[in-house]
């Protein structure tokens, strides 16, 4: 399944769940601006987000934050947990704490939330 984030501009960020790669990725265009890439054991309700990464050429345009708030929302609807693994999603949750309640309550220590 796709999920996208809606986008009325061409050049917008498009951001999709990349299933077969496990990895949330975002479009800027046809470029691949930047990606977090997650693991999500077959049956598992938690995810864990290992790892963000945004293209240089598009570092300084707030893309990583489209990629943490999709990969959290996504989490979010799906009922999913979250092991917020990558430094980057886990200084976002901690700007953000009404995603807090996505980190199961017996591993928020873990991660300093």
């Not at 598992?44 to 999709?70: C, K, M, W």
Request: charged share 20%; aromatic share 8%.
């Amino acid at each position: 399944m796709v999920t996208t984030m809606e986008s009325a501009a061409t050049d917008a960020p498009v951001v999709t769940d990349n299933p077969a790669a496990s990895r949330y990725e975002l479009h800027v265009g046809a470029e691949l601006a930047g990606f977090v890439d997650y693991r999500l054991p077959d049956q598992d309700t938690v995810i864990s987000l290992v790892h963000t990464q945004v293209q240089p050429a598009y570092q300084g345009e707030h893309l990583a934050t489209h990629l943490a708030r999709f990969s959290l929302d996504d989490a979010r609807r799906r009922g999913l947990g979250v092991l917020p693994f990558c430094p980057y999603i886990n200084s976002w949750i901690k700007k953000h704490p009404e995603y807090v309640d996505l980190v199961p309550p017996s591993r928020r220590a873990d991660f300093g939330l």
